[in-house]
């Protein structure tokens, strides 16, 4: 076996070369083994050597605090790989350059649904998002509950192109939306812009980020916040 990375080690500090060589000694580790199952082909091996060696790498390289909150979600690991792969393949069978039959290169998806590209493009700026299925087989949320709380304004549902609703991933706490998400909504009726505000250095919060702020139970200064930066709008 490869020689374990030591994240303590002073050459972690050299940057992006020790990176680099960790993930591809994770990636060989990960292929050979895959291959000594006999039911995987060896492109499917190499790919996905190379996945987990590159998740590998940018573990290493967290935080201990961001450590310990992966750490908490590990009993969804399965759910939110396999959402994470799909949009990895969606995103690269999009991109793909196709030539047309005048000999031009477009682009398509062979793979992707619109729902997948819609999905990229929400993460784009929302970070991770999620629609009512994954919520329900991995969060415990069930679909009327989660209509409940949109109905109500309880929590962040961001439109997609194909107009179905995703939800934030960040957001949640312990399967309900952060305290405090209702009463943001309350002032900032566009979903859109308040959760934009909410994941975003809030000047009125010394440049603390709301929605993190909401997970430790700051709501009143949040709210507040939020109150503030609706009354300077019209001022």
């Known amino acids: ?5 030591n994240c ?17 000694a994770v990636a060989v580790e990960v292929e050979q083994a895959l291959l000594r199952r006999d039911k995987i082909k060896n492109g499917d091996a190499v790919v996905a050597g190379q996945i987990a060696g590159a998740v590998a790498a940018a573990i290493v390289l967290l ?37 047309s039959a005048s000999g031009a290169v477009q682009v398509r998806s062979r793979l992707a649904g619109n729902d997948d590209i819609d999905l990229m493009r929400v993460e784009d700026w929302a970070g991770r998002v999620a ?18 709380w949109q109905r109500s304004g309880k929590v962040v549902a961001l439109r997609t192109g194909g107009r179905k609703h ?11 939306p952060a305290p405090g998400i209702g009463e943001v909504l309350s002032s900032m009726p566009n979903p859109r812009r308040a959760w934009s505000w909410l994941i975003s250095p809030a000047a009125g919060l010394d440049g603390r ?19 503030g930066t609706l009354t300077a709008k019209f001022e």
């Not at 969804?76 to 990895?88: D, E, S, T």
């Not at 629609?131 to 409940?148: A, K, V, W, Y």
């Not at 929605?211 to 009143?220: P, T």
């Open 209 to 227: 980020i709301p929605i993190e702020m909401l997970k430790q139970d700051l709501v009143a200064d949040v709210v507040l916040a939020a109150q």
């Open 131 to 148: 629609g009512p299925t994954f919520l329900e087989e991995n969060f415990g949320i069930s679909r009327s509950t989660l209509h409940r």
């Open 8 to 24: 303590t080690d002073p050459t972690h500090q050299t940057g992006v070369t020790h990176q680099t060589g960790f993930a591809r």
């Open 1 to 5: 076996m490869t020689k374990p990375w």
């Open 166 to 176: 995703v939800f934030p991933l960040a957001q949640f706490v312990d399967g309900r």
């Open 63 to 99: 935080a201990p605090g961001d450590l310990q909150a992966i750490d908490t979600t590990l009993e969804r690991l399965p759910g939110i790989v396999l959402q994470f792969v799909r949009a990895l393949a969606a995103e690269a069978t999009s991109r793909e350059p196709v030539a």
